[in-house]
C-alpha cells in the first residue's frame, strides 16, 4: 500500500519508514501552501488536503508539530520554526526563547505533534502526539534539529540534542503521534478493529 506524505524531510521520512513498514511511503511536498490554521491539527490538514487532492483512492498524511512553553502562554506553538522572523533561523529562535524565559522559574514545556490523514474512501482523520519536559538554561548536544538543544524530556537530565536518535525516537512527540496514525489506519483499512 502507498502513503503519500507531505514533507520532504528525510528525517521524518525515515522515522514513518520504521514506524509503518507495510507501507511504501512517498514523499509529495505541497510546495507553496500556507499554513494560516491557528493550531498544529488545522496546519496538517491544510497540507494533507493540498496533496489528497492530487491522490485520489490513495492514503495520504500530513504532520505539523512544534514547542509549546507553559509560561509563554504557549508560544512558540505554530509559529516554532519562524519565532524569531523569517526565514527559519534555529540558533535566533533557541536564542529568543531563552531570553523570552530569562528569570522564569517554570520552565516546563512540550512539543506537540498532529498528524492528519486522508484514507483511500475520502474520510479524514487527526491524531496527535505530545512529549512533556523542560526548557534547560542554555543549549547543550549536537543531535536532531530545531529546539533540541534546550529541550529536556521529563524522566531525563539531558536534551534531546544529547540523548540522540534512539532515545529521542522511542519517546517524542512525532513518534507517538506515528503510532497513533498507525492505528487509525489499521482500524480504517479494517473496519471492526479497535482503532
Ligand atoms: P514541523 O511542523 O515538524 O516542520 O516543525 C515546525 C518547527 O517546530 C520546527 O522548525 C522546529 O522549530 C520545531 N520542532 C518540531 N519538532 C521538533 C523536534 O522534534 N525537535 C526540535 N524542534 C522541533
Redesign the pocket.
Known amino acids: 500500500m502507498t502513503l503519500y506524505v507531505a514533507?520532504h524531510?528525510a528525517h521524518?521520512l525515515e522515522e514513518i519508514r520504521g514506524i509503518l513498514p507495510g507501507f511504501s511511503i512517498v514523499a509529495d511536498d505541497p510546495d507553496g501552501v500556507e499554513?494560516t490554521a491557528p493550531d498544529?491539527a488545522g496546519?496538517a490538514l491544510i497540507k494533507v488536503r493540498a496533496i489528497a487532492s492530487r491522490h485520489k483512492g490513495a492514503w495520504c498524511m500530513a504532520?505539523?508539530?512544534?514547542?509549546e512553553v507553559a509560561a509563554l502562554g504557549g508560544a512558540?506553538g505554530v509559529r516554532?520554526?519562524?519565532?524569531a522572523g523569517e526565514p527559519?533561523d534555529?540558533k535566533a529562535?533557541n536564542a529568543l526563547l531563552l531570553k523570552n524565559l530569562e528569570g522564569v522559574e517554570n520552565r516546563k514545556a512540550n512539543?506537540t505533534?498532529a498528524i492528519a490523514l486522508a484514507a483511500p474512501d475520502g474520510t479524514e482523520h487527526v491524531v496527535e502526539g505530545k512529549?512533556f519536559g523542560a526548557i534547560s538554561a542554555s543549549p547543550s548536544g549536537s543531535h536532531?534539529?530545531?529546539?533540541?538543544p534546550l529541550?529536556v524530556p521529563d524522566g531525563y537530565d539531558k536534551s534531546?540534542a544529547e540523548l540522540g536518535p534512539d532515545v529521542?525516537n522511542a519517546i517524542?512527540?512525532?513518534s507517538r503521534a506515528l503510532a497513533e496514525a498507525k492505528k487509525t489506519i489499521e482500524a480504517v483499512a479494517r473496519p471492526g478493529r479497535d482503532a
Open positions: 514533507t524531510n521524518k499554513e498544529f496546519n504532520d505539523d508539530s512544534g514547542l512558540p516554532s520554526a519562524r519565532y527559519t534555529t529562535n512539543f505533534c512529549c536532531g534539529f530545531g529546539y533540541d529541550f534531546f529521542k517524542s512527540h512525532r
